[in-house]
């Protein structure tokens, strides 16, 4: 499964972005689809994660009530929402898919190239 992550891009605190990530299969409903982030001397971390029908969805709690996770299966696409965004979510954002869910980013198989989301203070 080949993906691609996008819609990352400078914005203020407080303001919103929505990233994508497109899969290159049509098994892409077979996945537990999940974004991480990374910012610059951190280690990767959970963000949120969505079941294989989209039923299911799970959020580092820092997120909470901010962040949205969606998919739509005839798209191949997976969806962040992000709003109320803060200077401490500045990371790359990277999608990923894997068999079940997790929080552990061992657990996923495949990746995408990540994005890069700069939030000003």
């Known amino acids: 499964v080949q993906l691609q992550a996008s819609g990352g891009g400078l914005v203020q605190a407080g303001g919103s972005l929505r990233l994508s990530c497109s899969a290159s299969?049509?098994?892409?409903?077979?996945?537990?689809m999940a974004w991480f982030r990374q910012a610059p001397g951190k280690e990767r971390e959970f963000v949120s994660d969505?079941?294989?029908?989209?039923?299911?969805?799970y959020y580092e709690d820092s997120v909470k009530g901010r962040f949205t996770i969606s998919r739509d299966n005839a798209k191949n696409t997976v969806y962040l929402q992000m709003n109320n965004l803060k200077p401490e979510d500045t990371a790359v954002y990277y999608c990923?898919?894997?068999?079940?869910?997790?929080?552990?980013?061992?657990?996923?198989?495949?990746w995408g190239q990540g994005t890069q989301v700069t939030v000003s203070s």
């Open positions: 990923a898919a894997g068999p079940r869910m997790s929080v552990v980013a061992q657990e996923f198989d495949y």
């Open positions: 969505i079941s294989q029908s989209g039923l299911r969805t």
């Open positions: 299969r049509r098994t892409f409903s077979n996945f537990v």
